[in-house]
């Protein structure tokens, strides 16, 4: 009996030593040799190296509300340009509640039915200062507008004049928006347009922009 109890014991403190030395064989192949402390400083510094790689862009460095930089990127997806690139956000909000209204002659109601020569003086008037008569002519001729013709300097804001009969040499208005697109007004209502359509292009006579009056 004893010697049975002799060979159990003896077994077990076999196995605990082979065990025990294959712990420290197993240990010794682990290749993590820093404490808590250095790993984490190392993690830190690797992390600040990847960063340093790259640059942090600031998407609103302006610190713009949530409403404007709801149209700033309503309108980028439409004109199919940068968030940067839409600066008058007053612009913006304000003939966005007007898209799509119907047209009607010597009309300003939103929603209802609008003349883009009364929309256009409202507009200027509300998010310019600037005050305008409602006809197309008096737009075109008031002295606080620079005119001239050349498609590749139209900006932001600038008004666009068309040509519609011959009765009326500047018949209609718009505004330049971005990337050939306007804000007009046709049987369509009022909405955006590209102004690379044959139905402006034929009709269209100049453009003008707000003179400067600071100098």
């Known amino acids: 009996m004893k010697k049975g109890r002799f060979c159990i014991l003896y077994h077990i403190f076999f196995l605990l030593a082979v065990i ?17 402390d250095e790993f984490f400083k190392s993690v830190q510094a690797e992390k600040q190296n990847l960063a340093s790689q790259y640059s942090i862009v600031e998407d609103n460095p302006n610190e713009l509300n949530d409403d404007i930089l709801k149209i700033r990127e309503k309108y980028s997806i439409i004109l199919e340009v940068m968030p940067r ?15 799509g209204t119907p047209y009607r002659k010597q009309i300003l109601e939103k929603q209802v039915g609008v003349e883009m020569s009364y929309f256009v003086q409202a507009l200027f008037s509300d998010v310019y200062g600037e005050t305008f008569p409602k006809t ?14 050349g498609r590749s300097f139209l900006k932001e804001g600038d008004v666009l004049f068309f040509r519609y009969d011959k009765l009326h040499p500047i ?8 990337n050939d697109r306007i804000l007009a007004c046709t049987s369509k209502g009022l909405n955006i347009y590209n102004f690379n359509d044959e139905y402006f292009q034929l009709r269209y006579v100049a453009a003008g922009r707000l003179k400067d009056k600071n100098k």
């Open 136 to 149: 197309p002519d008096g737009i075109f001729r008031a002295k606080s507008i620079q005119l001239f013709t």
């Open 171 to 178: 018949s209609d208005v718009g505004v330049y928006l971005h």
């Open 85 to 99: 690139e839409i600066h008058n956000y007053k612009l913006y909000s304000y003939f966005d509640e007007w898209i």
């Open 20 to 36: 025990s030395c294959g712990s420290k064989n197993y240990i010794s192949e682990i290749p993590y040799h820093y404490s808590s």
